[in-house]
């Protein structure tokens, strides 16, 4: 196994993380389009909400692992950021996901 920080769990469980609140967050937003406002909070809302909260310390650990070698973990560390800020604009935006 190559030692690239995308190969660590550290780099590779966040991205899949927000890959999963993101299908969440269209998944609400199908049930929205198709049965209209929800009446109460569903499974899809709770599931986002724990898989956004458990990559800030994922987040952190790879931040606090790769220190040494920033110039390599820069692109992970920036993509997980920036797909982590895309998710969580995404849950707010979509009106059937509150």
Partial sequence: MSDHPINRWSG???LM???L???MVM???ADFRRNGPPVD???AEHVFFIAMIAQ???IAWFAFSMRRELRRAMPVFATQLSLW???LASGFWC???H
């Fill in 41 to 43: 909070e569903g499974g």
């Fill in 21 to 23: 609140a993101l299908v």
């Fill in 85 to 87: 800020s895309l998710v």
């Fill in 27 to 29: 998944h609400g937003y």
């Fill in 12 to 14: 590779t469980l966040p």
């Fill in 17 to 19: 993380l927000s890959l």
């Fill in 95 to 97: 009106p059937g996901f």
């Fill in 56 to 58: 800030i310390p994922l």
